[in-house]
T-cell receptor, first 114, second 120 residues
Framework: EPEVTQTPSHQVTQMGQEVILRCVPI?????FYWYRQILGQKVEFLVS????????KSEIFDDQFSVERPDGSNFTLKIRSTKLEDSAMYFC????????????FGEGSRLTVL | AQKITQTQPGMFVQEKEAVTLDCTYD???????LFWYKQPSSGEMIFLIY??????QNATEGRYSLNFQKARKSANLVISASQLGDSAMYFC?????????????????FGGGTRLMVKP
């Protein structure tokens, strides 16, 4: 069964370092998302991406964050200068259709900022 | 105001019994969708069931059913015949603006979750 895959599963980094989280969405999906979940808290929307551009982003997604779909298969989230409060599980998700349609999540990438 | 409220931070249920996880939502949008996801201890988010605001019937998916009460703005998840493997966090989520032509409203808003523990 097709699935969303994410790498790395866990990354530890020093505060101020750049981090890139990678995702391979399901191949025929058109809408891509990043969500994050700080330990013990709710899942929060970061950004949605459609037709090679950001379609919506939350207040969390500030100038330190960027997304890219460089080669038609990977979908990346970059954090330019990590802060302690960026420590969280980051989930990539994708879906095929625009209106309804199930959102398929990856298994998440745990980021720990020291 | 919270868009999605899950009032039960934790619940126990006896194996083989049914359990209802509560979810209430707040929206003024006439077109929205409600989702339930399961998050086991391994961390992944597993889609369980979906209910559209215009759907006439309550959604069902195997042992999962959604008790959709539109006037009360509630979308409770019912799990029948609980199994030990059902022990997990359960999140209710909503997507608003399903029919906006500009594709805005793509995002899911999640509730705080309910931790379900199934006792043998």
């Amino acid at each position: 069964e097709p699935e969303v895959t994410q790498t790395p599963s866990h990354q530890v980094t020093q505060m101020g370092q750049e981090v890139i989280l990678r995702c391979v969405p399901i191949s025929n999906h058109l809408y891509f998302y990043w969500y994050r979940q700080i330990l013990g808290q709710k899942v929060e929307f970061l950004v949605s991406f459609y037709n090679n551009e950001i379609s919506e982003k939350s207040e969390i997604f500030d100038d330190q964050f960027s997304v890219e779909r460089p080669d038609g298969s990977n979908f990346t989230l970059k954090i330019r200068s990590t802060k302690l409060e960026d420590s969280a599980m980051y989930f990539c998700a994708s879906k095929r259709t625009g209106e309804t349609g199930e959102l398929f999540f990856g298994e998440g990438s745990r980021l720990t900022v020291l | 105001a919270q868009k999605i409220t899950q009032t039960q931070p934790g619940m126990f249920v006896q194996e083989k019994e049914a359990v209802t996880l509560d979810c209430t939502y707040d929206t003024s949008d006439p077109s929205y969708g409600l989702f339930w996801y399961k998050q086991p201890s391994s961390g992944e988010m597993i889609f369980l069931i979906y209910q559209g605001s215009y759907d006439q019937q309550n959604a069902t998916e195997g042992r999962y059913s959604l008790n959709f009460q539109k006037a009360r703005k509630s979308a409770n998840l019912v799990i029948s015949a609980s199994q030990l493997g059902d022990s997990a966090m359960y999140f209710c989520a909503m997507r608003e603006g399903l029919r906006r032509p500009d594709n805005a409203g793509n995002m899911l808003t999640f509730g705080g979750g309910t931790r379900l523990m199934v006792k043998p």
